[in-house]
């Protein structure tokens, strides 16, 4: 079978072992004559499954005690509505730096129930750049502070989080896991699976636990992270697919040597590609330098014709997922933990050959 | 492969066919050299994918074209909470049934953000039936009526839904595709996936579009009706892997004849082990005959220690998921559309053995 390379924003290319695992695991789990869809979520096996993979995101990115995981449904869709719900009080503010799509999406859904101050907007710039530490106008008693680390479509990311007084709540979907994050002093990070944790249809959620607390009665029962913390992600059936393949992508970043190593090899991976984009005017990066995501790289070329000829031709040298967002244009590479440095580097030598081409 | 007879309440087992076809189907969706959980929820793949699901649940409950079909993510216990939100108008009420735990859990929901008519109640009968019709007190302006169409943990059922004049709303979570039933006179249908339907992660609605209207201004995006409605189910990324599964589970109904087919076989598995339990004053059904569930049968034995004693040699002959639910104890066995007829038989034979053993 050939593995075709997988640029996709997401759902996105998932580890080749996770998903060869997953299938010899199917129809029979570990010779309980059932696959993993069809034991109760309440079984000493299931529950193996979820303390695993809890285990794993708290030794991967060193969470410590005070912080608890949640695996939730909805993603990070559905946290955007539950984090202003549970996390501001009546009456109170929080400050939502707009850095693009995702931010504004977020800060959208918070601004349906309650205050919201946007401390600082990348629109009139494009969404080109991550604002400089004295640009972000925050209030003095703001509930929560809210980014989001990675923007997907603009390929921009905070390089380094902002200092705040209040709790800094992080949307990491796009790159939780790609990089080493100090979890400490951040009041919740958050991110859907479909990216670098597993398939679809699963968030996981890391909280201080005394944000938790904060929650009005007026919010339905299932919308408290309370309601979760107090049944370990089981007060409902959750998705317990993506979460035996959390388990399984955990696993298989442990024993490549976890956050760290991880890290170092997308870095080199971006290098790659900004390299080929530096090398010469025939490419265009529209991103600033320093805010250059190393998850999604996107960049331009003379025209849209151009554009459309690459990427149809990429496509034809087995190389998919290359389209920019239907909102920008342009093309956009998505490399992932899972996207091997082989596909990072077909691309680059498709691109310079490309460029002899046409440039 | 042995596979194992699976009586488990949900998740529960699988048609063992779908599972060998995604099986088949890891690494490499139909030669695109990507996995079904590795392409994008806005490929021209996956639309195909989510239209058959659509469409094959659209044939097999024969959903007029009036109400709209939605694959959310968050089972029937988000649904819980967004029904009272989406379809009860500030300072009207709503009517529900209290069949049981589940009509409990929807109810207590609901209290939270509004009024609610509790039209009956069978907690001081231990839930042992379902209601004659005339004995509900439906208010005469509800803004709609929510029943439970299957008990699990009681092992009741509403053999026949009620008439109402408000929009009656049923939560079908363990008898959906079980049994044909007239969509056209209904509100709304939801039901979480992990017992007919497909691995746990999804919920199925089924909604007459006009209803989808009343939300408030107040509802977050995401908890609205009217906002899946308006992206064909791709607001966000869905659950993707079980909307998949969900089409191959459709497919594998339509093979076997479809619901009134499956009716049938699941009239008859039921038959054969209420014929057993009615045999000898050794078995105990603690529900009204007219109420029997033909998805989830529950029955007592003259001692705890015999019914412990049961689930024990059960499980030794290859039978798991006996166990009652804690809160009523006792033994159930959930025989859902993918339990094979054998699997009914072979736990009949086995209630057999142990009667002359013990009686």
């Not at 991110?191 to 007026?218: C, F, M, Y």
């Not at 998705?239 to 696993?251: G, H, Q, R, S, V």
């Amino acid at each position: 079978m050939a593995r075709i390379h997988n640029f996709n924003a997401g759902p996105a290319a998932m580890p080749l072992e996770v998903i060869e695992k997953a299938r010899a695991e199917l129809p029979d789990l570990g010779g309980i004559g059932m696959s993993v869809m069809e034991i109760s979520h309440r079984s000493k096996e299931f529950q193996s499954i979820v303390d695993a993979a809890e285990a794993g995101i708290r030794r991967l990115m060193k969470v410590p005690e005070d912080h608890v995981i949640l695996f939730l449904q909805g993603g990070a869709s559905l946290q955007f509505a539950m984090l202003p719900m549970n996390l501001r009080r009546a009456g109170r503010s929080a400050d939502y730096v707009d850095t693009g799509n995702w931010a504004t999406r977020a800060l959208k859904e918070a601004r349906i129930t309650g205050a919201v101050n946007v401390a600082w907007s990348g629109k009139e710039d494009h969404y080109a750049r991550i604002p400089k530490p004295g640009e972000l106008a925050l209030l003095p008693d703001a509930e929560y502070v809210h980014i989001c680390s990675n923007e997907t479509i603009g390929g921009i990311r905070w390089t380094r989080f902002p200092e705040t007084k209040a709790p800094l709540v992080v949307d990491m979907s796009s790159d939780i896991l790609s990089r080493d994050i100090d979890i400490a002093p951040l009041g919740a990070v958050y991110a859907g699976a479909q990216k670098n944790l597993g398939p679809s249809g699963l968030a996981v959620v890391i909280l201080r636990r005394d944000l938790a607390e904060r929650v009005p009665e007026t919010v339905p029962l299932f919308l408290r992270y309370s309601t979760h913390i107090a049944d370990g992600s089981l007060y409902n059936t959750p998705n317990t697919w993506a979460i035996y393949m959390l388990k399984l992508t955990c696993e298989w970043l442990e024993a490549r040597g976890g956050v760290a190593a991880m890290e170092r090899e997308n870095e080199r991976k971006a290098a790659v590609l900004y390299g080929v984009l530096d090398s010469s005017a025939f490419w265009r990066s529209p991103v600033e330098v320093e805010s250059r995501s190393i998850m999604n790289v996107v960049w331009r070329l003379g025209s849209e014709e151009l554009e459309a000829r690459f990427i149809a031709e990429a496509k034809a040298a087995g190389m998919v997922g290359l389209k920019g967002h239907r909102s920008v244009g342009g093309i956009r590479a998505s490399i992932y933990n899972a996207v091997p440095t082989a596909s990072v580097e077909a691309l680059a030598e498709f691109m310079r050959e490309f460029e002899r081409k046409n440039g």
